[in-house]
Structure formats: C-alpha cells, structure tokens
C-alpha cells in the first residue's frame, strides 16, 4: 500500500536537521493524513481511508531515573527509623488559612517559658503536625485512641507548639482553652497554589504547568514559582512547552494590564485590558498539531496546515503602527512574507459584521495584501485547501 510505503520512507529520510526522524513524528504525519481522508470521506469526495489499515509505530517513550547518592542516602534515613525526617514524612506538611493577629492570637505551648502563651499567626504560614504534650505516646499502643487535639510546630516558630481540637487545657491565666476548630485554621499542603507559596521557601518544589486553563498564568506568576525553590525546582509540563512559550506573549504580562505609570501615564491597550478569562478558556477544541483553538472550522483550518507542512501560530497580538492591536486567527510566515487568516463563523450577526467591517479597514490600513479570509459554510474544507494551493505554492 501506498500509506505503508510512505511511512517506512519517512521514518527513514532524515529531518531538515539531518538527524533522525522519530517514529512519533511518524506517527502524527499519519493521524493528518488520516484526518485528510476523514474529511474527504465526509465530504463524499472518497469511499474509504486507506490510513485505517496501516499500523502506526509502537512508542517508547519512558524515561529511567535513578536517585543520586545524595537522594539514596536521604531516602535510606527516612525510612530506617532515625531523626526528624520520618517524623516529617509520616505527620505530613500543614498550612494556616486563617489571619490570627492580636485580636484573635492562637494558644501555643512555649519550650522555652514552660508554659502556654498568646501568639499570632498568619494565613500562609507552613507547618508539620505533632502529638499533644496531653497524649503523650497513647497513640502509638492504644488502639482505642481518638485523636481530639494535636500541636502544630510551623517553621518559623519552631520553639512554640500551637494548639487545634478541643479539650486543650488552661491558659497561663488559668481559664479554660477554647476549642480552635481545624477546619477554620489548617489546611494539607502537600501541594498548595503559588499565591499561598509567595513569601515561602522550600529546599525542592514541583511546579505543575497545564496546558489549558492558563489564564491566571502571567510571567509575573511563574517568576514567583520558580523562586519557592532555594535548591531544586522541577517542572511539571503538561503535554509540550507551548504554554511555556506563550508566557512570552507581551499581552500575558499583568503589570502591562494596569492602567498606571509612576512618571507618565500609559493606558494599556482595551484589546488586552478585555482578554479575560474567556481568551484561554474558550479554546476548548484540539487540533492534531496539539494546540488549542475556539471552534472545529478553526480544527478544519488548523490540521489542513499542518498537513502541507506550513507552520503557524493561533490568536499571536498583532499590533500596528499606531499601537492598535487585533488577535488573527492564525499568523502564518511563509517564505519571509507575514499572513493573517481570519475565519468568520457568525456572519448572520449584524454586532459581529459591523466588528469585522471595522477589522477588515484596519487591515487594509496596516497590513495590505496579508490578509486571508474563509467563511463558514458546508465547503470550508475545500475553500481553505483552495487557499492554501494558491498561497503557498
């Protein structure tokens, strides 16, 4: 078969690089190709799609990682039964979420003064839990145990142990402890977000970047991220470093989104002051390349480029001469030409043609002889294909 041929040659001819081509790249030239047939099918300009009978490559994609001897010896002392660490691990790491200033200080025991004393605690603060002084080493024998209370030791105020649950005892004026709900104070933090961490530290830290949902995600935040870390930071990446890229788009930035200037006064432009929630969430559509796009035209538009191989990227700010700025639906570089493909899906909306009119001036203003314009309509697929053949001969 003609796909079977194609694969083992592509698998074969090196890349531009000269190095060798991965069976994954293999792998997802054949889910376009295969995408192409699908559509055609659809379309009713084929019967069958030959790519169904072609076995794509297997994929070895694991990784092998082996602990330093650092982390050996570090792993070895945890679990032998000696020092802190195990203590640690097994009590597990607390967070406060809840202001206690003067007005309303904690009740902690102090090991310095013997005795329990009022102090303040703030949201954020990070600690490790212990048994209360009260229960001694009852749950480690007693099976019949219930846990009413505990102390929490927070890294920095290691010398007091401050009380949560009830039945704690009396203060140093001799009244009787009210409870401290739990669930008012205290949180697990074995993975808490960047807002709680900033202003902690912590020897290692895993920072998990999703793929979509990133709207909170600006460079500001991941700078703060990357900084928790006082030794080792690891980056959780979900899928590709594309979201990573994209921290580098100027309208990202959340300080360029604040209308003030300390000597003279910049307004942000509306463009990026309006992006909201909705510019990250909307893209709930997945084209075969990977990337995110708002509607499955745009899929349409999106695969039949990476198909014939012409790069490009989705919704990029482009701003014009005058500071003005529009997100194309697609920015495409051929051959050091720029191009801007605009897909219209509602042009029964009388709102959204007068918005496009205004766009369309902008264009010609601008950026003359760039523009690419498909419209929605049961022939998209060969409009665009159309397009593409002229275009980028």
């Known amino acids: 078969m003609l796909i079977e041929k194609f694969k083992r040659a592509r698998l074969k001819a090196p890349t531009r690089s000269d190095r060798q081509r991965r069976v ?218 594309s979201a990573l890229i994209d921290l580098r788009r100027r309208e990202k930035s959340h300080l360029i989104q604040i209308n003030s200037s300390l000597f003279e006064f910049r307004p942000a432009p509306m463009p990026l002051v309006d992006l909201g929630p909705w510019h990250e969430e909307g893209k709930i559509h997945q084209a075969l390349i990977g990337c995110m796009v708002r509607s499955k035209s745009e899929v349409i538009i999106a695969n039949l480029l990476t198909a014939a191989g012409i790069p490009f990227e989705y919704e990029i700010p482009l701003f014009a001469s005058d500071g003005t700025l529009y997100l194309p639906d697609f920015t495409i570089t051929w051959r050091g030409k720029p191009y801007y493909w605009e897909h219209l899906g509602k042009l029964n909306d009388a709102g959204y043609v007068k918005k496009w009119e205004k766009k369309t001036k902008w264009y010609s203003k601008h950026f003359r002889d760039s523009l690419l314009v498909t419209e929605e309509s049961a022939k998209l697929s060969k409009s665009a294909e159309r397009i593409i053949l002229e275009t980028f001969k």
């Open 24 to 241: 994954a790249s293999v792998n997802r030239e054949l889910a376009c190709i295969s995408k192409i047939f699908s559509l055609a099918m659809r379309d009713k300009m084929t019967d069958s799609n030959p790519c169904r009978q072609v076995r794509k490559y297997e994929e070895h994609n694991e990784r092998n990682r082996y602990l330093s001897l650092e982390e050996e010896e570090r792993l070895l002392s945890a679990s032998d039964g000696q020092g802190d660490q195990r203590s640690r691990a097994r009590e597990g790491p607390l967070i406060q979420i809840r202001n206690r200033p003067k007005s309303n200080m904690a009740y902690a025991y102090s090991t310095v003064s013997r005795k329990t004393e009022r102090i303040e605690i703030f949201n954020g603060e990070l600690g490790f839990v212990k048994p209360h002084g009260f229960d001694g080493g009852k749950w480690k024998w007693n099976t019949s145990f219930w846990l009413k209370r505990f102390q929490v030791v927070f890294s920095r105020k290691k010398e007091q142990w401050v009380n949560y649950g009830s039945e704690l005892g009396r203060a140093e004026n001799d009244r009787w402890i009210p409870r401290q709900p739990v669930e008012e104070n205290l949180e697990l933090a074995y993975a808490i977000s960047v807002h709680k961490a900033q202003g902690s530290e912590f020897e290692r830290t895993y920072v998990i970047v999703p793929k979509t949902k990133v709207a909170l995600l600006s460079p500001e935040l991941f700078y703060t991220a990357l900084t928790r870390a006082t030794r080792h930071c690891t980056l959780l990446v979900e899928q590709d470093i």
